[in-house]
């Protein structure tokens, strides 16, 4: 089990703002991969912000 570091969305929020909270955290932990030279670490995190953008059109 990882370590909770960030607070997620308290229950007020629905599953699209939720999901949208994961896709934003994505973007920057790809952002911060790559600047380390963690090219398919990125690449990984990339891929699971597409997962996510795939969820949020099925909640929609």
Not at 10 to 39: C, F, N, P
Request: glycine content about 6%.
């Amino acid at each position: 089990m990882l370590p909770k570091l960030v607070p997620s969305p308290t229950e007020k929020y629905g599953t699209d703002e939720k999901i949208a909270y994961v896709q934003q955290m994505l973007v920057e932990l790809a952002g911060v991969a790559r600047a380390e030279g963690a090219d398919m670490l990125g690449y990984l995190l990339d891929m699971a912000y597409e997962e996510a953008r795939d969820v949020r059109k099925r909640v929609r």
